[in-house]
């Protein structure tokens, strides 16, 4: 299952900028890994100036760029159903069908990408267009070659089923942003956002959704990643909490930035 193939599309860059809470990132790919090479804080890429696109574009320079947000403004759901249909307009017209049970506003805002993660399930995901069509204006116009636009989360679920051994779950913060994503056998079957800014708020959130997971599904989770941009954090709280829970922590690797498409 390669998800990003499914997502959308797209022939990988050496360069990405990474929009995350309240910040911006520029990465760029050094003797096979991807390393950060300039920080614009308290900047949001829904919102650029002039002079923030001007010093973004002296980074990137005209090398073709990829964009990856973070979670925050991204829905996801994941759907369950008896039997998916082969031709695609039949399985959007499910998918749709089923969206409009639990999303009470009108997707029409929205646009919603989908894939098959497995036999019955479908992944989700929606962004609203608005959004995309102000970050997509700002770069065409200041002449800046972008040609993907990913989710860090998404991105993440595609690389994490390469590794060995593969978590049970994984924890994705982004300063007071998480998201929390359960899989079996590397096909999610449970995600949860929620925001925090503190380590124990993060902490407790996790513990609370973990629990939820052993009472309502059949998979029991005992392993699990952190995963976040900010090496600064270590995430202690969160560490300790789950080790009460008997969960074995699968590092990884700091090198891999695995919320970009590597």
């Not at 017209?93 to 036999?119: A, C, G, M, S, T």
Request: proline residues 3%; glycine residues 4%; hydrophobic residues 35%.
């Amino acid at each position: 299952m390669d998800i990003t193939k499914h997502f959308i599309n797209f022939r990988k860059t050496s360069q990405y900028i990474y929009g995350g809470e309240n910040y911006i990132e520029v990465y760029k790919r050094v003797e096979g890994n991807f390393k950060t090479t300039k920080t614009f804080e308290d900047k949001s890429i829904f919102n650029l100036g002039r002079y923030d696109i001007d010093e973004i574009k002296r980074e990137c320079g005209d090398v073709e760029t990829g964009i990856v947000l973070n979670s925050g403004y991204f829905i996801f759901n994941i759907f369950e159903f008896d039997k998916i249909p082969f031709k695609e307009e039949m399985r959007r017209d499910l998918v749709n069908w089923r969206l409009q049970k639990v999303f009470p506003e009108d997707i029409e805002l929205y646009e919603h990408d989908f894939f098959r993660i497995d036999r019955k399930k479908i992944l989700s995901v929606l962004f609203k267009k608005s959004l995309k069509e102000k970050i997509e204006t700002v770069f065409d116009e200041y002449g800046m070659k972008v040609i993907y636009m990913g989710n860090s989360t998404v991105e993440i679920i595609n690389n994490i089923r390469k590794w060995k051994p593969v978590p049970d779950f994984f924890i994705e913060i982004d300063k007071e942003i998480s998201i929390v994503v359960f899989s079996s056998k590397s096909v999610p079957f449970y995600i949860r956002k929620f925001r925090g800014n503190k380590e124990a708020d993060i902490a407790r959130e996790v513990v609370k959704t973990v629990n939820f997971v052993k009472n309502s599904y059949e998979n029991v989770p005992s392993t699990y990643s952190i995963i976040n941009s900010d090496s600064g954090s270590a995430f202690d709280a969160v560490r300790e909490e789950l080790a009460e829970l008997n969960m074995n922590e699968v590092k990884v690797d700091v090198k891999k930035k695995v919320f970009l498409p590597v």
